[in-house]
């Protein structure tokens, strides 16, 4: 293997696929569920969006460890998750894709429902008056001047998403372990590979995990939708 | 029941209740007037729906669009109102055409035929601008195409707050000048929010005059102008309106003929032709009393007219005198020393001396 220019081997490239899978399968999720979140949070004038507004944004100052411990709590046998998917006889979900699936969705949550929140605040009341005077319903006003008005936002939300997914690192240590084909992603990979001091592979995975975030990084600010707000 | 539109709501803030109870008649254009803060905004968002308020009801020509008490609610986008807010409001995502058709797919049209789009283009002079994205329109463009988009959402009301306050002066006349038009050719009655008296004057039949949230008058145009019985913040700038023909056109002195019930007055000539009927605006200010007709004096226009009433103004020295020159009214804004030394008094036939007249075309 060290004589060989490009070290990587099978395990190398299944900890990509599965970490680009799990990236990609957590950031539609998110903004699918994020969507309608943060369309709350931007327009509730309840009280209520303070403490969901805290707890959405909680993963960004909590360890991750912190996260993943809880997590494996409530997927554990005694947790309430837990208890729930054995009845329904999915079994546990700790250590299997599902988990970091879940993992992964409360851990990147505020990266993509802040983006969506600020920019559907940025939209302002005014454009929806007009839509509704016109005759829009809300779910068309929604689909008709929202979305295309919000375009920044979402891609923003899925850059920041598939982006902080792909690097997550404490949280899958803690529910998903290192089982190859299932939870070893390439954070983990790169560990495991520095443990056994094979650090040429190490280098191969982490040099294509700065450069590929530095790429969609800088083709954010590249190509993005511009700033210009209405 | 006549066709008419029956507006009826309490709103409270901390500092201020609005509380209103309203029948405007149910076609051409009522104009709300008043200080800032009036509640002319807010009773435009309440009617529309876009604003909740206590104990409303609100009928627009049959139709019940909101009543508390038996909890009837239209939302907005069901009442078929068509909504100018002050800064145009287009969507900057969508192109001039795509904003017009976004209001020409949701218009419920009934089966009438409504507003040719075609027309409204011709009319707004819209065409060149079609491809064009807001943000690249001046304001008074902008403002064009906002009010041709709410004329094709095929309203059934049509709310204007304040539409060309944000417009620079010769913008306003030309956008004035096309509601004019778009007022004789639309069959929609229209409730227009202004400041402004001179908008107003031009484009109003009916008036209601707002203050701190209550309604101090409400009736047509040209009566409620000549009230003297208002409150001194509107007798402070008083002025009448009168219908009037052009009936000659004088092109030695350049000058053109109007004809109304009272009399003739003398206007600089300007772009009305013979037979044209003109509204034209009087100021208080303007108009002085003599006792005899005035033989010399360089004010051209003077008329018989007979004193009415005297009320109040919002100076102790001056008296606001209403007159009736052959049915049209007509205020004057004198000194209450000029009233004890001319020893005017009411029934008194006098002479009006008008110094200034604007021509409302």
């Known amino acids: 293997m060290s004589d060989t220019p490009f070290p990587l081997d099978a395990s190398d490239w299944s900890a990509i696929a599965l970490t680009l899978k799990l990236a990609g399968l957590v950031t539609f999720l998110l903004l699918v569920i994020g969507t309608p979140i943060a369309w709350w949070l931007a327009r509730t004038r309840s009280w209520w969006r303070r403490p969901i507004g805290a707890i959405v944004a909680l993963p960004l100052v909590l360890p991750p460890t912190v996260l993943g411990f809880y997590l494996l709590l409530l997927m554990g046998p005694e947790g ?14 700790a250590f299997t894709f599902p988990g970091l699936v879940i993992a992964s969705l409360v851990y990147s949550a505020p990266f993509v429902i802040q983006p969506l929140q600020s920019a559907f605040e940025s939209i302002g009341e005014r454009p929806l008056d007009v839509a509704a005077s016109l005759g829009a319903s809300p779910f068309d006003r929604f689909v008709s001047v929202v979305l295309p008005m919000s375009r920044s936002g979402y891609v923003t939300a899925t850059i920041l998403g598939f982006a902080h997914t792909l690097g997550e690192f404490g949280v899958v240590l803690m529910i998903g372990g290192s089982i190859p084909g299932a939870t070893r992603v390439l954070s983990v ?18 040099a294509g995990l700065l450069v590929f975030s530095f790429v969609i990084l800088f083709g954010l600010r590249l190509f993005g939708p511009s700033e210009r707000r209405n | 029941m006549d066709p008419a539109i029956a507006v009826r709501f309490t709103r409270r803030y901390a500092d201020f209740a609005l509380d209103l109870d309203l029948t405007l008649p149910g076609r051409g254009v009522t104009a709300l007037f008043g200080p800032s803060g009036s509640g002319k905004t807010t009773t435009l968002r309440v009617i529309a729906g876009l604003e909740r308020a206590q104990h409303a009801r609100i009928e627009v020509n049959g139709e019940l669009w909101q009543d508390d008490a038996s909890g009837t609610f239209i939302p907005v986008h069901q009442r078929r109102v068509g909504y100018v807010f002050q800064e145009a409001s287009l969507f900057d995502h969508l192109d001039v055409a795509a904003n ?31 491809v064009r994205k807001p943000a690249s329109l001046s304001g008074g463009e902008r403002q064009r195409v906002a009010i041709a988009r709410a004329v094709l959402s095929h309203p059934r009301l049509l709310l204007f707050d304040e539409p060309l306050a944000a417009l620079d002066h010769p913008r306003r006349g030309e956008i004035l000048a096309l509601l004019q038009v778009l007022h004789a ?30 309604v101090v008058a409400s009736g047509r145009l040209h009566e409620t102008l000549a009230r003297i019985d208002l ?80 009320a109040d103004t919002d100076h102790p020295a001056q008296c606001l005198v209403r007159l009736d020159a052959g049915g049209s009214a007509l205020l004057a804004r004198i000194t209450r020393r000029s009233w004890q030394q001319l020893g005017l008094h009411n029934g008194m036939p006098v002479w009006a001396q008008v110094k200034a007249i604007a021509l409302l075309e």
Do not use: K
């Not at chain 1, 520095?194 to 191969?204: E, F, N, R």
């Not at chain 2, 009927?277 to 051209?300: F, G, H, K």
């Open chain 1, 80 to 93: 309430p998750l837990g208890v729930l998917t054995e009845s329904l006889g999915i079994g546990l979900l």
């Open chain 1, 189 to 206: 990979q790169i560990y495991d590979h520095v443990q056994a001091m094979d650090y040429a592979s190490a280098h191969w995975l982490s």
């Open chain 2, 100 to 130: 017009l058709d976004y209001a020409r797919r949701r218009a419920n049209t009934d089966g009438a035929p409504g507003v040719q789009c075609d027309r409204l283009i011709e009319l707004f002079g819209l065409g060149p601008l079609l």
């Open chain 2, 185 to 214: 050719e639309l069959d929609v009655p229209s409730l227009y929010v202004s400041h402004s008296a001179d908008e107003v004057a031009r484009l109003a039949d009916h008036l209601v005059l707002l203050d701190a949230g209550r």
């Open chain 2, 231 to 310: 409150p001194g913040r509107f007798s402070g700038n008083a002025s009448t309106v009168v219908d009037a023909c052009i009936t000659a056109i004088d092109d030695g002195d350049h000058l053109t003929t109007l004809a109304f019930p009272g009399g003739s007055l003398f206007v600089p000539r300007g772009s009305g032709a013979i037979g044209e009927r003109v509204r034209c605006r009087i100021d208080a200010r303007d108009v002085s009393i003599t006792l005899s007709p005035p033989a010399s004096s360089s004010i051209l226009n003077s008329v018989r007219a007979s004193i009415v009433g005297v």
